[in-house]
Structure formats: structure tokens, C-alpha cells
């Protein structure tokens, strides 16, 4: 449905940065710039919900707006239903074509809902500036423009001053527009961080369920984790540029493949330490603090430096021993307790080291309790070195 | 915990006390009468009120009344005179014409700068603040030069061409053409202000819906903008009605006249009379008030928008691609015209005895002999020191006046402080050459000896720039959230203390900034000064207009030389205090 193949788009670098680089006189040419997508290729399947997920400046957006149109890459290929919307390498593109005539559809972070027209207005706008010859009929317009505008719950709404609804509604709005001509690709730009936590989380699952309903594949941005496992088939975690790893939400949470995704996605426990073992299903791992088995296929070699990344939901916490027959089990003291509500947060002090733990709301050990803390080989990940 | 009391510090450090007796409602009243917080608002609004009225007042009391009483033959005498039909066309149509042409040229140059990746954009700064800076009887002169049908560089050049005297500076569009040039700064900065503040996802979410670049600007860019188009267009009306030096320097060689000109030929004229100046000038005041009502009453159906939302991304400008080029070549030609020109013909014809198109031959009697004269004439001196002390006087007055006048506006809950803000807006529409007539109406009657001082000239530029240190004061206290203030209060400040320790810092980044503009402004003021002048009180415009009625252009082009120049080093030296003073603003 929509391809990218090896996009790379660079800014100049600020002043500060260049002349840095002059002084370092290292590669001056090459530090002028700097890479805000750096090589990046990826698929988006038919009806699917794809996710760019990472830090403000990860290039996420750059991505996104390169798609739109809005931004020109330096290289690469974008292409949309095998239509190639641009191609270009070394900064010289052989095809581009303008944003207005990719027809595409588009949710920005700040929605900008043109505040100097009404609700009807802005959802009919994209039907009013089509060429004379494609543009539908005034009753057309105002049929589909009147279905949309049901569909996101807002028909009562339409003579409305766009600028009068609450956040909801200007998001709603905001979607109406982009999929009033029913583009083949829909792209949000973070569409929900400018609502607060309650208002996010019942959209959140609202955008989803439309998503589905509609059928139609989007992309979709942002830098909320939580956001990200809950709505996306697929996500690309993105750092500095570059894709670090991409899958389904499941793989990338339970088994991410750096010590990056694994700290950008939840909470991890990073235990470092020697591979001692590796028998293709197991690896065992020693830290100072003691031995751990890992459930893994990786090609670690004995005698090479491992992390252990451990979810705190995956460190179960006892005040009883299970008595030498589960493996991984190391003997702490409750450190400090937090109660959240729908969980307790332990931290615990093994030897040096502190564990995170999570549990259900009924375990709460105080401070300075002496506790065994057990982790289940299968729910722990081996990262790389660095 | 004790649940803390906004009461006064002393019942909380000795809570055992009993209250204190409470004073009786006179001795209350009595004392929030003469608290300094009162003292200085009440003096402030009473200035402000002096100034914006009295003048007024004075004007068509002049204007109505003579010894006999009642009467209208001011009116009569000055709209029943030859070609008055005519006057009041040319007025109108050199206005709209002045302004049109400003409002189109200054936001389309602030478009292409903000929004687009037109080369040269360095040149905008300077091209923007440069006309702001030299005077408008400089720029005048300048195009004279430049333009005028026998002697003009422009006419030299396109003569071989077009034949001679294709130009012609005196006319109503040489009139049009000038103000407008001199006014599209401002109407720049005032769109480059409101095109900032946009959020620019607003136009791209419009390419994303299919529009073309083009519906794009024409349907979300321009209504989006409109309140600042609006004010523009407001401005710039009132502005050219009130242009004095475009007209009287270009418009009486040919007749062309309109309301200032005719004002400023009825008083020259020997016995001067001051009863149908007065009734020019009430209708003048008449037409500008109807310009702003007329502006005001479009503004109304136009909300102004909050498009910022502060989460916005980086603007990225739009590329030009094929049109770039274009764009270029026309900003170098702004640029030209405005700037370069200008001071080049300036600089050039300080330079030479008598006034000749540039040539080889001309440069070898280039010699600095104008500026030896200058340094010779004890005027001249005299003129600079007094520009000097009446620029940084009346920045400095009005400045700090306008923000506590800001102050209660903005800030404080008295009642009619609306009336404040309008009544320091009034000087807005009072047209300088105006202001001067009516000030000497007041000052030739007033028993204290201002009249024939340089302090008339103050109290004329006070009264003229209180809407713009009004305007620069009131945006910047806006901007200072109420909660700084308030913190200080609670700690202990009282509000004098708070004014001075906390918003006076806070505002000066603005005030600085509207400091300098009266200052500039006020430096090369002419239109009312040229009524209240006496020998002695000159000032280097005055001085300027003097040496072209007596057609001293090669004098004259040396002092405007060492004013720009004088004016370049007063903002630079300004901005760079301003820099260390205050936080400054990107």
C-alpha cells in the first residue's frame, strides 16, 4: 500500500554546530548537515494502522510530513497504492509531486481547524477546491459532508464556529476533514497530545474502532508509548533518524532488540553481566549480584558481556522462598513501596543493585522487609552491549 | 495548617491582638484618596486627558468663535475659495491610493519573508527599518532628485528611451507613489507580525485537502490575516491624510493640493487666517475620523483568531521553485528603490556645488565644501541640539507615562480606565500639522509663557506619539502574566515598589523598543513643529524645509547626510543599551 525505500532527508546544521565542526575541521562538509531521517524503509500494509513511535527529534515527523509532501527528502522513494509519489537520490528528485495533488489525507498535532470558518465549512473544503471538472455538485457536497460529519458524531454541530468546539471535537473535526474525499492513506500527526490523560485514553480507543470501521491505512505519529502498543498492527521505533526496530507491538515490548527500545517502550530492569552458558534455548548469564537463565536463541558467545532487560510486572516478589526450585531467584530488601492504584511499585536492593518490581495491588511489603524476587526465564530479554 | 490571610502583616505576627479598630467610612475613603497609588493614576489620566482634549478644544473654539461670538465664516471663507471640490478629491484619492499601494507592496514583501525561501532575505531588516529612519522630508527631497521632470537621475537615465521628463515626481501619482514607498515599512512589520503568529499547519492542512497554492492564500492566508490587514489599511489612510511633507514639497509646484497643504498656504499667506486653517482642519479631522470609523466598523465582523498554539511545528518556508528568481529580482528592486536610491542621490548631491546628474566630469568637483558651510552655520548646531533633547525627551516621557497609563489600563479595576485607552488614542487621528495649529491656538492665549519656547515643540510631540508609547506599553503588559505581579504583592511589595522592582524590568524589552521608535519619530518630526517654531527653536527638519523654500539643495543634502547618520548612531546606541537593560526578546 504505501512503500518507503531508503528515505533520507538532511537539515542545515544550527551555527553553533557548524562552526564546531569547522574547528574540529573533521569532515567539515559532512557535519554541516544533519540527518533527520536517515535511511529509512518500511511497508505499510492495506487497512493497516502503522506507527512511528520516538522521542521528540527522532525524525518521526520529518517522516511523516515527507509522505504528505510537505517536506522534500533529499532521497529516496515514496510510493502509495504503487503510484510513486516521489523518487529522488543525491538531493536531485526525478518525480515530486506537490502536496495538494497527492490526495492524501491529514491530521495535524494542532488540528488546525481554520478558525475563520464553520464546522460544514471546513469538512466541505476539500471537495470545494477540487478542479472544476472533478468537483461534485453543491447537494453532493453537502450529502457527503453531512454523512462525515455524522459518522464523527458532529452533524449537530455543522453551523457551528469551528473555533467554539472543545478539544474532542476539534479532533473529530480535524478527522472529518482529512477523510471527507476518502484518501487512500490517512496520516496523523499526534493527533491526541494535545487533550488531557481521561479525554485521550476514551479517543484513543474511539480512533481505533473508526480505523477499523473505515478501512482505511493510516500512519500514525507520536511519542506515547501507551498510545502506540494500544492502536498500531505495526510500529517503527525510531531514534536519531534511523528505524531501531520494527514489528508488531507484542514482539517489540517483550523482546526488544536494544537497550533503547526496551528503556523508550515501559519500564525495564537492565542487569548486566558475563554469558557463562549458551545452549541455543537457555542462556545463563552471571551478574555480581547472581545467575541468571534468559530464554533465548541469540548467537551470544560464552565469555561476552550481556544485558538483561526484565519488565518490573515480570519480577514477581515473595516474603517466602520457593526453595531452590525456581530458577532465578535472588533474596533483597524492600527499598521503597509506591502504591498507584491499579498496582504496587516495590524497589528492591539485591547486593548493589536495584529491582523494580510491579505487582497486583494486594502485595504490599514495607520498607526494609527482607523478600525473595523470582523472574521467569521466558519474560526475560537479552539486549546488545551498547 | 493555618489557613494563611491576604490581611496586613501585622495581625499575622500578633494574631493574639484584638483587631484593630475598624476607621470610619470617611477616614477610609479619605485615605484611599491620597494613597500614591491614586495620586499617580489620577495624575497620569489627568495628563493624558490634558493633552488629547485641551488642543481640541482650543481648535474649534478658535475655529467657531471670534471676537463677535458665534460665527462661520472661517467655513465659509476657506471651503468657498477656488477649487475646494478638487481639494477634497485629491485628499481622498491620494489617500486611498497611498495606502493601497503601501498595504499591497509591504504584505507581499512580508509574505515572501516569512513564508517563503525568497533570496536576499537579509535585505528585508534593512529595507524594512532603513525608511522608518530617514525622514520623510529626506525621502521627498530624495525622489525629487530622482524623479523630477528636469533635473531627475531617473528621467536621465530612461531619457534615451522613453524621451525626456517620462517621470514626473509632481504629480498626484509622483504624491502616491512616494508616501507609499515611505509608508510599506510599516505596513511590513505590522503583516510580518501578523503572518508569524500563524500557525502555518492552518495552510498546509489546506495543500493537504488539495487546494492549489494559490486558493490556499486567497481562501485561509488572507481572511486569516484580515484584522491585521484591517488596522493597516486604518493606518495607513489616516497616515497619508496627514502627510504633510509629500504634498506641500511636491503638491504646490503644480497646484495639486489637499487638506495639509491647503492649511499650511492659508497660514503662510500674509495675515495668516487662522479661522479657515481651523475650519480646513476640522474637516481634515472630520475625514480621518470617518477613515477610522469606517476601519473600525470592518473590523467588527472581523474576529481577530488565535492561531498560535504554541505546539506548532517549525515553520518551514514554501519553496518558490520557477517563481524565485522573480521574487528575487523584485525584492533587489524594493530594495533599490527605497534604500539605495535614496541615500545614494543624498549622499551624492552633498557632495557637489550645484546639483548634476553622476558623470565622470561631475566626480572631479566633488569636494566636502557643503559640509564646511554646515559646520559654519550656528543654526545648525543649534538645531541638532535641540532635535536631540526634544527626541529623548519626549521618548522618555511618553514612555514612562504610557506604562502606567498601560498599567491601569490593562492591570488595575478603576472604573473608566476604558476611557484612558480611548483618550490617548484620540492623538492618533489629529493630523500633526493639526495638533500644531491647535496648540498655538491654546499657547498664544495661555498666560504662561510656553509659546516661542522649545517646550511648545515638547508638549506638540508628547501629544502626538502618546498612541504609539500607549500602543508598545499596553502589548507588552499583556504579555506579563498578572500572577508575577501578584507574587510580588504577596511578598510585602506595595505597588509602587512592585511597579518599579518588578513589571518596569519585566516590561522593558517593549518600552525600550517604543522608546526608540518615538525617539526616531520625534527626531524628524515636521508637520507640527513647522507651526510652533520661533527663530532659536529650530529644529534639522524645520532646517531642511527652510534650505528647500530658499532651494539650498546641496546644503541641504549634507544635513539630511548628518542626520541619517545622527539617527543610525541614536538607534544603534539605543538597541545596544537596550540589549544590556532589558531580557531581550527574539
Redesign the interface.
Known sequence: MLSIDNLTKTFDADKRTRRQARAAKAGAAEQTRVFAVHDVSFEVAEGALFTLLGPSGCGKTTTLRSIAGLEKPDSGRIAVDDRVVFAGSAGRCTVNIPANERGLGMVFQSYAIWPHMSVFDNVAFPLQVRKRSERPSKADIAEQVGRVLEVMELGYLSDRQATKLSGGQQQRLALARAIVTQPPLLLLDEPLSNLDAKLRESLRFELKRLQKDLGITTVYVTHDQVEALALSSKIAVMREGKVMQLGRPRDIYTNPNSRFVAEFIGTSNFLTGTVTANDGTFVTVDTTEGRLRVRSSAAVPVGSEAIVSIRPEAVEIDETSAGGTAANEWSGTVVTRAFLGDSVDHVVKVGKMEVRNRSNPTVSLAPGTSVFLRMDPDKLALVPVG | MAVMSTESPAAVIAPERALPPVPGRAARLWRALFAPKTLIMAAVAGIIGYLAIVPLYYLLYGTFFDAAGFTLSGFERAYSANGIGELITNSVLFAIGASTLSLVVGTALAYLNVRTDVPFKPLFFAASVIPLIIPGILYTVAWIFLASPNIGLLNKILEPVFGPGVLDVFSLWGMIWVEGLHLSPIVFLLMVAAFRSM?P??E??????????W??FR??TI??V?PAIVASILIMTVRSLESFEVPVLLGLQNGIYVFTSRIYFVLRTYPPDLAAAGALASGLLVVAMLGVLLGNRAGKNT?S???V?G???RP?PM?LGKWRPLAGALILGYFLMTVVAPLAVLLWTSLLKFYVAPSVEALKSVSLDNYRELAGLSQAGTALKNSLFLGLGTATLVMFLMSIAAWIVVRSRVRGRGVIDQLAFVPLVIPGLVLGLALSFVYLRSPVPIYGTIFILLIAYCTRYLPYGMRYAVISMQQIAGELEESAQVCGASWWQTFRRVLLPLLSPGLIAGWVYILVVSFRELSSSILLYTPGNEVLSILIFEQFENGQFTVLAALGVVMVLTLVVLVTVAYKLGAKVGLRQQ
Open positions: 500557525d499547519s492552518l498546509e492542512s489546506a495543500l493537504m485537502s488539495g487546494a492549489t497554492r486558493a490556499t481562501k485561509i481572511p486569516l484580515r474576529r483568531y488565535q492561531t498554539t505546539k506548532g511545528f518551514r519553496e
